[in-house]
């Protein structure tokens, strides 16, 4: 046998599972310490502002409504998704502890992409509430129930944490006899992966697949919605009613340009050209963190409710009178 099949045989035979890994972060940038400082900032607020509305929403019962459930659940998936990612990434990079242990990794991966992706898909439910709100008004009430809100919900949920869970499992497959060492500010699923020293197709094909189903179809659902909604207004005789009905969407307009332009730009953009590393990774953890410290603040204003005015002096007067 020669030395080149030895080597072959040795490499499909050997397994090897590494005890931690490297996370390398920003390459030679000057004064990186001052944006993950920046980062803490806006952990902050997403979290006062998400918490704020969780507690509007649950205490005010007149907001007791499916659209209000989804908002509901979309504040919920910005406050986890940030605190999944942006306490870990201030540990690793300010304090200098950049190795991870290989399970904790994993497991770092899993839940970044369980929330961020529950989030493309909460935003695509919210699509479909204001398609029936605006092209069924009169059976609205009858179609968009809490019950049938609440069942979209749990199953994007449920189906978000079967694919991420089957993600890793291919992950877990995986031999890393080389380098350790992730080109990124976390454990992201692309740099992880072409580590692997064997087969990596199914990890490819489950990477291509996540971002077609978690990015580029909820996409896509919400134009083809808000397309079909722009016919029904078109039919509409009264300017007013058009404004009306538009100004309902605006909120969720915001929302999806936020979430969604700067992710698809980016993954396009590294398809199609070179994007340095730095650049790669300011525009990454802009797009997991920035869309979760805006959404609060656009339906806190910008919604017909008024969310900061009426239902903040409920809540207030209610804890006076408990006082």
């Known amino acids: 046998m020669s030395s080149e099949e030895k080597l072959t045989t040795l490499s499909n035979t050997t397994f090897v599972r590494p005890a931690r890994f490297y996370l ?15 980062l803490c900032f806006v952990y902050i607020m997403t979290v006062l502002g998400n918490s704020f509305l969780l507690s509007v929403i649950y205490l ?21 998704g940030s605190t999944a990612l942006i306490p870990k990434v201030l540990d690793t990079f300010l304090f ?35 398609f029936i709100a605006i092209c069924f008004p009169l059976r609205y009430h009858s179609i968009v129930t809490k019950r049938s809100v609440v069942a979209m919900l749990l199953f994007s949920w449920g189906f978000v944490m079967s694919f991420f869970a089957t993600m890793v499992g291919f992950l877990n497959r995986l031999s890393f006899c080389g380098s350790l060492v992730i080109g990124s500010f976390f ?26 189903v978690f990015s580029c179809i909820p996409l896509m659902l919400i134009i083809i919605t808000y397309v079909v909604i722009s016919i029904s207004l078109s039919r509409t005789t009264s300017k007013d009613e058009r404004l009306r009905a538009l100004k309902t969407c605006t909120s969720h307009l915001i929302l ?13 953009a590294a398809l199609t050209s070179y994007i340095h590393p730095n650049a790669r990774i300011i525009n990454a953890s802009l797009t997991h963190t920035i869309p979760s410290l805006i959404n609060p603040i656009i339906y806190s204003l910008k919604t017909e409710e008024v969310i900061m005015t009426n239902a903040f002096k409920t809540v207030c007067k209610r804890d006076l009178r408990i006082q």
């Open 60 to 80: 005010v019962k007149t907001l007791h409504t499916p659209k209000y459930i989804i908002v509901f659940n979309l504040a919920l998936t910005d406050l986890c």
């Open 256 to 268: 999806v340009a936020v979430f969604f332009l700067p992710y698809v730009s980016t993954n396009v």
């Open 24 to 38: 390398s972060g920003f390459s030679n940038m000057p004064h990186a310490k001052y944006y993950y400082v920046f």
């Open 96 to 130: 200098d502890r950049r190795y991870i242990l290989y399970e904790a990794c994993l497991s770092y991966m899993f839940f970044v992409y369980l929330f961020g992706c529950v989030q493309s898909w909460t935003l695509v439910t919210m699509a479909y509430d204001r």
């Open 187 to 212: 454990c992201d699923h692309g740099p992880v992966y072409r580590l692997a020293c064997n087969d990596i197709s199914y990890n490819y094909i489950t990477g291509l697949i996540a971002f077609l």
